[in-house]
């Protein structure tokens, strides 16, 4: 896609801004979060700012080493990210991971900074898939006019999904929706009494573990370890992860109650 603002040396395009929209909302919701329940501003800032950071370098290399029979000729093409080409997953496994180590060298519930975090970022997934509109990516197989007209869809939208003089089903959008459902019902969530720590997380793991299951199969630009969409198995390995989280909490966690952080 053109980039809406071009200085010669440095081009802005669509698919960075709305990036940088979704993890300034997102990152904005989960200190707010953490700092009602007595985590300090400072702390959580560092933490997202560590976070977000190896999380977009784990995105792209994520990326790049399921593409590498393409990338390895095209080395250079490896820093275009504004192209495209970050994998939500990758992105998830890099984060957690300097998050559990930050955690663990805090001495800090890593769980309960998890459930402040899921909040985020799936409102930040919602948001971010709209990058991919713009980039007119991340989309599935083609079909026809009349059938996104019957799915009454703004107009800008069947404009956006007719690429290259086909028609193709907004699988963003599918998954925008989704996320941001899934959003809604944990700020519900978060709210009631009976929840211990672990069960955002744990829901947002299956509920987007499900959701991406399954639109990982409309989707014609999946990652492929052999014949296998790898999408599709790091989602199934989420859906586990999630319920054996939820089961774990159920008998082992505690409620939220006060503002300590353990």
């Not at 504004?82 to 559990?100: E, K, P, Q």
Request: hydrophobic share 50%; aromatic share 16%.
């Amino acid at each position: 896609m053109d980039p809406i603002i071009d200085l010669g040396i440095i081009s802005i395009h669509w698919y960075s801004i709305i990036l940088f929209i979704a993890i300034l909302i997102g990152s904005n919701l989960a200190i707010k979060e953490a700092k009602k329940h007595g985590f300090e501003e400072d702390f959580m800032v560092n933490l997202l700012f560590l976070a977000v950071i190896v999380g977009i370098v784990g995105a792209r290399l994520y990326y790049v080493i399921f593409n590498f029979d393409y990338y390895k000729d095209n080395l250079i093409e490896i820093f275009k990210v504004w192209n495209g080409g970050l994998a939500i997953h990758g992105g998830i496994i890099a984060g957690l991971a300097t998050i559990a180590v930050i955690c663990y060298k805090r001495k800090v519930n890593l769980l309960k900074i998890l459930d402040y975090l899921v909040v985020g970022l799936i409102l930040a997934q919602a948001i971010g898939r709209w990058g991919n509109f713009f980039n007119g990516e991340a989309h599935g197989s083609v079909t026809t006019l009349a059938h996104l007209q019957s799915l009454y869809l703004p107009q800008f939208i069947i404009d956006g999904m007719h690429i290259n003089g086909n028609y193709y089903i907004p699988t963003f959008l599918y998954e925008s929706v989704w996320c941001f459902i899934g959003f809604i019902i944990m700020i519900v969530l978060r709210r009631k009494k009976f929840m211990k720590i672990g069960y955002l997380t744990s829901f947002y793991l299956v509920w987007y573990g499900i959701e991406r299951f399954f639109i990982e199969g409309m989707r014609t630009d999946s990652l492929m370890f052999f014949s296998l969409r790898v999408a599709q198995l790091v989602s199934l390995a989420m859906v586990i992860i999630g319920i054996i989280l939820f089961v774990y909490s159920l008998k082992k966690s505690k409620k939220y109650e006060g503002d300590e952080n353990a």
